[in-house]
């Protein structure tokens, strides 16, 4: 069973930084992508930012782009989200996620982490 572990959300004013780590553990054959998600109160959820291990490929929001630096390690299954120069529109729960060796939908999720940016 896949499971997804997300730690190093918080509370930090505008301008600050967090950094988000996830671990996945359980899919032997490893994750052809693994990405951000946010879902802010009374919004949907949206992407964020994701590796393709697959092809090497990295992508980001365009809210996101130029302040967030997604990373990882294919064979540890880990990624990090690098979030600076914060804003309060950035104010949402984190998701990470995994889609399965070979396909580019999501599958797994985590649970969640909260990012609160005071004004």
């Known amino acids: 069973q896949v499971q997804l572990v997300e730690s190093g959300g918080g509370l930090v004013q505008a301008g600050g930084s967090l950094r988000l780590s996830c671990a996945a553990s359980?899919?032997?054959?490893?994750?052809?992508?693994m990405g951000w998600f946010r879902q802010a109160p009374g919004k949907g959820r949206e992407f964020v930012a994701q590796?393709?291990?697959?092809?090497?490929?990295?992508s980001y929001a365009d809210s996101v782009k130029g302040r967030f630096t997604i990373s990882g390690d294919n064979g540890q299954n880990t990624v990090y989200l690098q979030m600076n120069s914060l804003k309060p529109e950035d104010t949402a729960v984190y998701y990470c996620?995994?889609?399965?060796?070979?396909?580019?939908?999501?599958?797994?999720w985590g649970q969640g982490a909260q990012v609160t940016v005071s004004s």
């Open positions: 996620a995994a889609t399965g060796p070979t396909t580019t939908r999501y599958t797994y």
């Open positions: 359980g899919c032997t054959s490893g994750h052809y992508a």
């Open positions: 590796i393709r291990w697959g092809d090497n490929m990295i």
